[in-house]
């Protein structure tokens, strides 16, 4: 398949969490496919309009943002060095917890984890030099979002604002929602979800995803982290 950008991503393992994540969303990155909504009880709104918005990523979390392949560098290319740097990094284990970012809801560690914040870091910074730069359009478009100054170098010198210091792990579960409806959507996913998710939450490993023409994204190839010391 061909693919119009690239991100590192980490996507859980296959396993219960993975599975019921990719059927919330609608979406399984992995297999490339559709998939029904799990029956989860009343919610606000049906499932698919919850999670239209972070749909066409898949169950994941932000590593390195998606990016157009810079010239003279192929996905080949790309896979190997995320491979190579894979086998010399550490896997992070972190608890999760479901939280409210803005408008909307997703995972993230109960406590900082400033070994996740180095290996993010690292990835940015390592892989850099296959990341296009930005075109005009493209700068704009991310500042449509009020940037903070630090946010704003971020984004001449990486290519994305939450990057580095900005960096905030997260899996995302829904797209904004609606004040009233924050309550019980939380509250279905504590019930439904959050004993499917392993905590202590091993992240040890990192995925090459690619992003097709119709805008959604797949699964390439997972990387495990080498140096596996939770």
């Not at 993975?18 to 559709?34: H, I, K, N, P, Y």
């Not at 919610?43 to 590593?63: D, F, N, S």
């Not at 995320?82 to 995972?107: C, K, P, Y």
């Not at 995925?207 to 119709?214: A, H, K, N, R, Y």
């Amino acid at each position: 398949m061909t693919y119009t950008r690239y991100a590192i991503y980490h996507t859980p393992a296959p396993g219960a969490f993975a599975a019921f994540g990719a059927a919330w969303l609608g979406w399984d990155a992995a297999r490339g496919v559709a998939v029904a909504a799990p029956d989860v009880g009343p919610l606000p709104r049906p499932v698919h309009e919850i999670t239209e918005r972070p749909r066409k990523y898949g169950l994941h979390a932000t590593i390195k943002a998606p990016f157009r392949l810079a010239e003279g560098c192929s996905e080949a290319d790309l896979d190997a060095a995320l491979a190579r740097f894979a086998a010399t990094q550490r896997a992070v284990s972190m608890e999760l917890e479901l939280a409210r970012l803005g408008g909307f809801l997703a995972l993230v560690p109960s406590e900082p984890c400033p070994a996740l914040r180095d290996l993010a870091a690292a990835v940015v910074r390592d892989l850099d030099g296959f990341r296009a730069p930005l075109t005009k359009a493209e700068l704009a478009r991310r500042r449509q979002k009020r940037l903070s100054p630090e946010q704003e170098q971020n984004l001449l010198d990486w290519g994305y604002p939450g990057v580095m210091d900005q960096f905030r792990f997260h899996i995302t579960l829904t797209g904004n929602l609606r004040r009233a409806e924050i309550a019980p959507v939380q509250e279905t996913l504590e019930t439904t979800l959050m004993p499917l998710v392993p905590n202590p939450y091993p992240l040890d490993s990192l995925t090459l995803c690619g992003e097709s023409p119709d805008g959604r994204f797949h699964e390439i190839r997972r990387h495990r982290l080498g140096l596996t010391v939770y």
